[in-house]
């Protein structure tokens, strides 16, 4: 009898080990499923937040709920190195690097540790920030809002340095000003926006946004001629559903207003290399009314996934 009893007792504590040995071991493999995905956001935040708490607040309670892995950051005016690390820990990120601490700095957030590669700023419109997360190459730049033939030398230079460095894996993001050839079809429709730019032009004349009165493809036609691969342009549809600028916020419109949609465009961008194009998952544009009052962009987002083995 107390044998058949302690026999009982060792094969209910055996079954209790295994199924605690089992789910320790799912524990695992769904965490290191998670792990293997990257979830990167670029967001033009607007001349700083401009000093408004309650943009930076609204920014931050968004940022905890998307809980991202990387986010590249453009428009950090008036920010300190140590502001970017305070804002970045707000969503749980403990690493931030900032480009500079005047006019208008890119900056980057990881919840992973961050390697400064290469900071440039001789050439650039705001600059170009290089670093390096988990293997993976970032290159976050703003370029020039004024100027597509200052945009071109701007890409140009970051494609040369891609290839001289040979940076299979890498990233390029952030505000690029300019327009995909992807977008064509629907952007050539824009005319709006293309009567607005012509009208800067024309009252700018040291500038020019237009080529010749057109709308110039040549920035991005130099990044995808590299085999980067434009997400958003090949996943999203219809066509304004990319767009990520203005948000109604920029002229006190509420979302939704009609007059945006003839004014809207995409100059905000994440580019995959040739051999991270295939991960690409769950590509969004967060252009709804969910950020609005937080910047005059709306900021755009890709998962990729298996990155580890």
């Known amino acids: 009898m107390y044998v058949e009893q302690t026999r009982d007792m060792l094969k209910k504590d055996n079954i209790k080990i295994l199924t605690l040995i089992g789910l320790l071991c799912l524990t695992s493999l769904l965490y290191a499923q998670e792990r293997a995905k990257l979830k990167i956001i670029s967001y033009n935040i607007w001349n700083g937040f401009e000093k ?20 590249a950051l453009q428009e950090l005016v008036d920010f300190k190195r140590a502001d970017l690390l305070q804002l970045a820990k707000t969503y749980a990120h403990n690493y931030a690097v900032l480009l500079k601490e005047e006019g208008y700095p890119v900056g980057i957030s990881s919840r992973y540790p961050i390697t400064v590669v290469n900071a ?9 920030l290089h670093v390096k997360i988990k293997n993976l190459d970032f290159i976050v730049t703003h370029l020039s809002p004024f100027s597509w033939q200052y945009r071109l030398g701007e890409a140009k230079q970051i ?3 891609v290839k001289n460095n040979h940076l299979d894996s890498c990233i390029i993001l952030g505000d690029l000003n300019a327009y995909s050839p992807l977008d064509a079809i629907w952007l050539e429709k824009q005319s709006s926006l ?27 036609s130099t990044f995808l001629a590299m085999g980067f691969e434009d997400c958003i342009g090949r996943s999203i549809f219809p066509e304004i559903k990319r767009t990520s600028y203005p948000s109604a916020t920029l002229y006190n419109w509420k979302w939704g207003d009609p007059r945006i949609a003839t004014v809207s465009e995409r100059l905000d961008y994440i580019l995959l290399s040739e051999p991270l194009a295939s991960h690409a998952k769950q590509v969004e544009v967060h252009n709804g009314p969910a950020l609005e009052g937080i910047s005059d962009h709306y900021p755009v987002s890709v998962v990729i996934d298996q990155l580890e083995k």
Do not use: C
Not at 52 to 63: E, N, T, Y
Not at 120 to 128: A, E, Q, S, T, V
Not at 198 to 208: A, L
């Open 159 to 161: 494609a040369e340095y």
């Open 194 to 220: 293309k009567n607005n730019l012509i009208k800067w032009d024309t009252e700018h004349p040291q500038y020019g946004n237009m080529r010749g009165g057109r709308f110039d493809y040549s920035v991005l």
């Open 52 to 71: 408004q708490q309650d943009r930076k607040d609204k920014f931050s309670a968004w940022m905890k709920k998307e809980q991202p892995d990387v986010v």
């Open 120 to 128: 440039r700023l001789d050439k650039f419109w705001h600059g170009m």
